[in-house]
């Protein structure tokens, strides 16, 4: 028996997941600045885990430290290699005493408590330390979300498992505070054009570096103001604007130039994992067959448990 889905919208809760959003930045930053370079800044990311969303295991003195921002207990919790913990309680608080609280618990690790002191990808950026204003906190939103995010990580990680190429990891990029999997062609893709808002033109013409059918959750914010899934492909081939998507729910955002599902009419359906998997199979269908992918090299059943991959 799967989890239910719960209901998360986003209004109610807008100012506190801006807040997440922004201590989301804070952990990630300090993965960013221990973490060699891996492609497509994956290095950079945070994951899903049993409580909330963790770094993994981070590089750093005395042999390597796991943050976690726990969201059902509500607390920032940091683990060393050594033994050594600490923690601080998750409130309402400012960002910059979310800052301040980091860095003495990276103090107490003993580990380097230097890193990028500006959000990325938000509109007018505030240096998190003269980020004054007091957030609220709602403690219930917050695990309805991370319970969300259990259920959208499970299925994404299925879709994950049809691909034999390049496929990254199921993640949360925590600049535009989505989780995202994302599939290559294994072909290089035109140069691109930058100007992404906070975010340097080097990062992101490195990420779009090969040709990508990418998919992916927000839980609000950002051009829309419901929690909802999207595809897109770079670059978008001819004629993916108007492909069909399933299910009937989904439209193509002109805007945006992506695929978008609102996340209740997933929660909504009689089978939301079915709902969500025909999203992410009918926009990658359309981004790779339009693309002129090689399908028949790249692509394979879904994965099953204790089964090997048939030949």
């Given at each position: 028996?799967?989890?239910?889905?719960?209901?998360?919208?986003?209004?109610?809760?807008?100012?506190?997941?801006?807040?997440?959003?922004?201590?989301a930045q804070i952990v990630?930053?300090?993965?960013?600045?221990?973490?060699?370079?891996?492609?497509?800044?994956?290095?950079?990311?945070?994951?899903?885990?049993?409580?909330?969303?963790?770094?993994?295991?981070?590089?750093?003195?005395?042999?390597?430290?796991?943050?976690?921002?726990?969201?059902?207990?509500?607390?920032?919790?940091?683990?060393?290699?050594?033994?050594?913990?600490?923690?601080?309680?998750?409130?309402?608080?400012?960002?910059?005493?979310?800052?301040?609280?980091?860095?003495?618990?990276?103090?107490?690790?003993?580990?380097?408590?230097?890193?990028?002191?500006?959000?990325?990808?938000?509109?007018?950026?505030?240096?998190?330390?003269?980020?004054?204003?007091?957030?609220?906190?709602?403690?219930?939103?917050?695990?309805?979300?991370?319970?969300?995010?259990?259920?959208?990580?499970?299925?994404l990680n299925r879709f994950?498992?049809?691909?034999?190429?390049?496929?990254?990891?199921?993640?949360?990029?925590?600049?535009?505070?989505?989780?995202?999997?994302?599939?290559?062609?294994?072909?290089?893709?035109?140069?691109?054009?930058?100007?992404?808002?906070?975010?340097?033109?080097?990062?992101?013409?490195?990420?779009?570096?090969?040709?990508?059918?990418?998919?992916?959750?927000?839980?609000?914010?950002?051009?829309?103001?419901?929690?909802?899934?999207?595809?897109?492909?770079?670059?978008?081939?001819?004629?993916?604007?108007?492909?069909?998507?399933?299910?009937?729910?989904?439209?193509?955002?002109?805007?945006?130039?992506?695929?978008?599902?609102?996340?209740?009419?997933?929660?909504?359906?009689?089978?939301?994992?079915?709902?969500?998997?025909?999203?992410?199979?009918?926009?990658?269908?359309?981004?790779?067959?339009?693309?002129?992918?090689?399908?028949?090299?790249l692509d394979c059943a879904?994965?099953?448990?204790?089964?090997?991959?048939?030949?």
């Open positions: 028996m799967t989890a239910s889905w719960p209901d998360i919208p986003y209004g109610p809760w807008r100012e506190t997941c801006s807040a997440l959003h922004l201590y990630g930053k300090y993965r960013l600045a221990r973490a060699p370079w891996v492609n497509h800044s994956w290095h950079a990311t945070l994951y899903v885990n049993a409580r909330g969303f963790t770094t993994s295991l981070v590089p750093d003195s005395p042999g390597g430290v796991e943050i976690v921002l726990d969201l059902l207990d509500h607390a920032v919790i940091g683990s060393c290699t050594n033994g050594r913990t600490a923690r601080f309680d998750l409130g309402p608080m400012s960002v910059a005493t979310f800052h301040e609280r980091f860095i003495d618990l990276l103090r107490e690790l003993g580990a380097t408590a230097e890193f990028h002191g500006i959000p990325n990808e938000v509109p007018d950026p505030i240096p998190f330390v003269d980020d004054q204003a007091e957030r609220p906190y709602d403690a219930d939103a917050v695990t309805r979300f991370f319970r969300a995010c259990v259920c959208i990580d499970r299925v994950r498992t049809s691909f034999l190429g390049k496929v990254s990891p199921v993640h949360l990029f925590w600049g535009s505070f989505d989780m995202a999997v994302t599939r290559f062609s294994g072909r290089s893709a035109p140069l691109h054009p930058g100007g992404v808002p906070g975010l340097p033109d080097d990062v992101t013409c490195e990420a779009y570096s090969h040709e990508v059918s990418s998919a992916g959750f927000w839980p609000g914010g950002g051009g829309v103001n419901f929690p909802a899934f999207y595809s897109y492909a770079y670059p978008a081939p001819p004629g993916f604007a108007d492909a069909r998507a399933e299910p009937e729910a989904a439209y193509f955002d002109t805007t945006l130039g992506e695929f978008v599902l609102p996340y209740e009419a997933v929660r909504g359906s009689s089978d939301p994992e079915a709902t969500l998997m025909a999203f992410l199979e009918s926009t990658y269908r359309a981004a790779a067959d339009l693309g002129g992918w090689d399908r028949r090299h879904t994965g099953i448990p204790r089964r090997p991959r048939p030949l």
